[in-house]
């Protein structure tokens, strides 16, 4: 259906990046704990680089005794524009998918962390979905705002189903979220479908409501815990970070807290999000959670209400365009926390361990930035 | 004094990567020998130089004399064809005028060979950046099969202790009863190379004010070179780092065509760095060894973005420097702008800063002129034969 | 006790009209949210919502009663009255009297050709030029952008701009620049259109909402 020219371009070379990546990536994992105090021995002879404490992050991770259960990758915030408009945002969602596929072994799923789309557009959502079917893994749709807002997820959900939904992998439950519903705003002011996208589209946009779960997810929510034991780990996937960070750019979901009640009384709950296109780390009570890296652009950190768990990473450098982008991995332990891996596309990659959220910040601290937000 | 130095380093953001507390004056340096006097040719900073000299290797007038000698002597390398000027040809802006090196026996490497100019002034040697200093950087062609293919640096010390000229300059720089090692066989060639600089280029003379030094069309390049064209941004040049050049590590994808077979070799670079075998001569071995040279600062990070990443070198003399690029795929200025113009070759790791720059034909030419202006009187009298400073000629 | 507490609503109903019209003068708005432009260039509405402000009461060394106006500046010293005494009525209307009088002086204006009219036209027009900057900001055809990126996609609230720190050396430039060469090189680069005109009325533009949105931060060039 749809043609594949554009693709064949640029085949060649992606063919070699996944042949390459494969190796390098299992090679990483493997070869790390000597490669650590070799490289931290080169480190410390140079005097103008910070020994790099990423290794570190690693060295703890491997004194475990615990193995990972299994890993999924994410990729998130692709922010697609037709690709005659913007090629930038269509390339690195492709460079995220061969860096997908060339995992080896292959990741049990996909989880795709939703801003598929720039403006919602059937062409933007149709071309998304495109780019993932190239995915050798299973994938698992997540949708965001500026997938839904134009048609109010018709197109999306034509495309990909339901927008809440979950399953159990592994004796975890999986469960997807839709937390970006919005309050009706766009009636009485007598917009447009795409002057209401474009309203929630704008990130500092002060018209549009607040993201919420809202009271039919939330019931959709218990039903679905009301047969899951509380000794099951449990795992969200929700396109806003389920707590309250930032409200101007709703890095936020109004009814956080009300979803945060319902998943407390389970022994282990790990939120997945995407949107805020940083590291962010959170832990409340029995719940942690991990944001998502965008391929398409890094967001500024808040001017406030940062989690405290949260080690920044250093702000991005525009003149490479892929820097503060990128993918990642998750490594899924039987408790149900997880180890969160950024794999950044210009730095060397970074790992917020369980560990680091069991501890409340104490052990297996990521590398700190050299030049934080301000 | 040292404090001083120390602090200016930490001020610029610059190092030689030595340490604090290892400084050893010897009496005789410190007391009996002649300093060696620099001139600065104009648009270079005197005291950047003098922070850039190692402490424990401080430059005097026998010594760099005794390491020019070194320089030219083909005797240091197994069969007596190949001196450090074989590659470095001060007559070729100190390269070779090939694509990839040739050592003893004609036997190939895989990478262009620099320029010794300014070298000093890098924070780290190689194309890698394999080696910190100039010192480290001169140990290891004397034992790299491909180049001088010396057994071991204790023979390379033992060919030179059979030279009474050889013992007797030593002794006189160096002092001590063994004074020939391969530390300082090193120390004294480095010492040589911190007295070959590159300024006082027309760029120069236009950057001092002079209007007229350089063409309308080499101005118009130089507003590219700043602006449109984003050379600027890795060829770094300001009055506090005049070297086009930010010292770092990108790929733009020269190379990635050629092999196909990252996978592999990455995994036999790690392996060995697991086993702990991925020793300095070892590693010196592999970039010069065809494939695993094209995985460049990989092979001293083994991050992956650093795949394929060359360090960014500096332009001064760039017209008399070809062939261009690591492996010297590149022989003609034209041909790097347009590879640049293109958005570089597209590869799994491609520095996100390198993209499509849409000059006109104009524009190239322009930039062009501006990359001619960079030729410094010195390199160009020596290309020239105007001058000459190969010893006994 | 008693009487001071009682002086003090007379006089706060005599001066209460004065107190109102202060944050005329005052810019209250805290930097941050966009909102704030709103109330800070039509503050009177604002102002009256306010709840009336608190001051500490002053303490006089020698046990005397002290007298404050609602400004929480002017006071008087009653010599012959001890903290906790009576104050007469008589004294109290003509200590009232003093008082006022007293603010009144101290109220006074030089006699400049500036009008409250004046700084209202100032603030109108730099309100425009903001929200004009603020437009533009979040419009990638109007700043001629050609991909879809508009500054504010990176820059949301102008977060990450640091107006305050210029000029300031620049790794893209590797020269010290301009805010004004930053917000070209945006333009040109990540954005993909032609560089403003130095004199551009957009790029003027511009520079209003990116410093607006650091209003009040300390001045910190160089910083990175």
């Known amino acids: ?374 | 004094m040292v404090m001083l130095v120390m602090g200016l380093i930490a001020l610029l953001g610059t190092s030689s990567g030595r340490s604090p507390g290892s400084l050893s004056w010897p009496a005789w340096a410190a007391g009996q020998a002649k300093e060696f006097q620099m001139t600065f040719p104009l648009g270079i900073p005197a005291d950047l130089w003098e922070l850039m000299i190692p402490e424990d290797n401080p430059m005097t007038e026998a010594k760099v004399a005794l390491g020019k000698a070194l320089y030219f002597d083909t005797r240091l390398s197994a069969d007596n064809t190949v001196s450090c000027a074989t590659c470095h040809d001060p007559r070729r802006a100190f390269t070779d005028g090939k694509p990839v090196s040739e050592g003893v026996g004609g036997k190939k490497g895989a990478r262009n060979a620099p320029t010794i100019l300014n070298a000093m002034f890098n924070e780290e040697q190689f194309w890698d950046g394999r080696a910190k200093t100039l010192e480290d950087q001169a140990k290891q062609p004397l034992v790299n099969p491909v180049e001088m293919a010396m057994p071991s640096h204790e023979a390379v010390v033992a060919k030179l202790k059979q030279i009474p000229e050889y013992v007797k300059r030593f002794r006189e720089v160096f002092g001590g009863t063994d004074p020939i090692t391969i530390d300082h066989i090193v120390q004294a060639i480095a010492a040589f190379e911190r007295t070959q600089l590159s300024g006082d280029a027309p760029f120069d003379r236009f950057i001092a004010g002079d209007e007229k030094a350089i063409s309308a069309a080499a101005k118009r390049g130089w507003e590219l070179f700043k602006g449109k064209a984003r050379c600027i941004t890795c060829h770094e040049f300001n009055p506090s780092s005049p070297f086009f050049t930010d010292f770092k590590y990108h790929n733009i994808g020269v190379g990635m065509k050629a092999t196909k077979n990252f996978e592999t070799l990455a995994r036999r670079v790690q392996q060995l760095a697991e086993r702990g075998e991925l020793t300095a001569a070892e590693l010196d071995k592999l970039s010069l060894a065809e494939g695993f040279s094209e995985l460049g600062r990989f092979l001293v990070t083994r991050q992956p973005k650093d795949v394929g990443a060359f360090k960014t070198p500096p332009l001064r003399d760039v017209a008399l420097t070809g062939p261009y690029m690591h492996d010297g795929s590149m022989k003609t200025l034209r041909e790097v702008i347009e590879f640049y113009n293109k958005g570089g070759e597209p590869n799994p790791n491609l520095d996100g800063g390198i993209i499509e720059l849409h000059l006109t034909e104009q524009e190239m030419n322009d930039l062009e002129a501006f990359l001619r202006t960079l030729t410094s009187t010195y390199a160009r009298a020596l290309a020239r034969g105007e001058i000459t400073i190969a010893p006994g000629k | 006790m008693r009487i001071r507490h009682v002086k003090l609503i007379i006089m706060g109903a005599f001066i209460i009209g004065w107190c109102g019209l202060w944050p005329l003068s005052s810019d209250s708005a805290a930097p941050g949210s966009w909102l704030n432009v709103v109330t800070d260039i039509i503050p009177l509405a604002a102002a009256q919502q306010r709840p009336p402000s608190q001051h500490p009461q002053p303490q006089s060394e020698d046990g005397h009663l002290v007298v404050q106006l609602c400004d929480g500046r002017t006071q008087m010293e009653i010599a012959d009255v001890r903290e906790g005494e009576v104050l007469p009525p008589e004294k109290a209307r003509l200590v009232a009297r003093r008082l006022m009088a007293r603010y009144a002086q101290q109220q006074a204006k030089q006699a400049s050709k500036w009008t409250r009219r004046d700084r209202l036209i100032w603030q109108r027009e730099q309100k425009r030029l903001v929200e004009e900057g603020r437009r533009l900001f979040h419009d990638w055809k109007a700043i001629g952008g050609t991909i879809g990126i508009s500054c504010d996609m990176c820059h949301p609230d102008a977060a990450n701009t640091h107006p305050e720190t210029y000029p300031k050396f620049q790794t893209q430039l590797k020269r010290v620049a301009a805010l004004r060469d930053m917000i070209n090189w945006c333009i040109e680069n990540p954005v993909k259109g032609k560089p403003l005109a130095l004199d551009d009325p957009r790029m003027l533009a511009l520079e209003a909402y990116i410093t607006y949105q650091r209003r009040g931060v300390p001045l910190d060039p160089g910083k990175h």
Do not use: C
Request: hydrophobic share 40%; net charge negative.
């Open chain 1, 1 to 374: 259906m749809w043609p594949l020219k554009w693709k064949q371009r640029e085949q060649q070379y992606r063919q070699e990046r996944a042949d390459f990546f494969a190796a390098v990536k299992r090679l990483d994992r493997r070869a790390f704990l000597k490669v650590a105090g070799m490289a931290a021995a080169v480190t410390t002879a140079k005097t103008v680089l910070p020994p790099h404490s990423f290794q570190l992050v690693d060295v703890v991770r491997a004194s475990e005794d615990e193995k990972p259960l299994f890993q999924f990758a994410y990729i998130s915030d692709t922010h697609l524009y037709e690709r005659r408009l913007n090629e930038r945002f269509v390339k690195a969602a492709m460079r995220a998918v061969e860096d997908v596929n060339a995992l080896d072994p292959q990741p049990d799923f996909v989880l795709f962390g939703g801003d598929l789309a720039q403006l919602g557009q059937p062409q933007e959502l149709e071309l998304g979905k495109q780019i993932l079917s190239e995915l050798k893994a299973p994938v698992k749709m997540m949708v965001g705002e500026h997938d839904w807002f134009l048609d109010m997820g018709e197109k999306w959900q034509e495309l990909f189903g339901p927008p809440n939904y979950s399953f159990d992998h592994k004796g975890i439950h999986f469960i997807v979220l839709m937390s970006v519903n919005e309050k009706d705003f766009w009636t009485a002011r007598n917009m447009t479908p795409m002057e209401r996208m474009k309203t929630v589209a704008g990130l500092d946009n002060p018209i549009q409501s607040r993201f919420e779960v809202g009271p039919e997810g939330r019931e959709w929510l218990r039903r679905d815990l009301a047969n899951v034991s509380p000794e099951t780990p449990i795992i969200v996937f929700s396109h806003s970070p389920l707590y309250k960070y930032y409200r101007p750019w709703n890095f936020w979901t109004e009814d956080a807290e009300a979803v945060q009640e319902i998943l407390f009384p389970y022994r282990s709950v790990t939120v997945i999000h995407g949107h805020t296109h940083q590291l962010l780390t959170n832990r409340i009570r029995n719940i942690h959670f991990h944001g998502m890296l965008s391929t398409a652009w890094p967001w500024p950190y808040a001017p406030e209400g940062l989690p405290k768990l949260t080690v920044q990473m250093d702000r991005a450098d525009p003149f490479d365009e892929a820097d503060g982008t990128g993918d990642g991995t998750v490594d899924v332990y039987g408790s149900g926390y997880v180890d969160k891996h950024y794999n950044l596309w210009s730095r060397n990659p970074i790992t917020v361990a369980k560990a680091y959220l069991e501890s409340w910040g104490k052990e297996a601290r990521p590398p700190a930035p050299q030049f934080p937000s301000y």
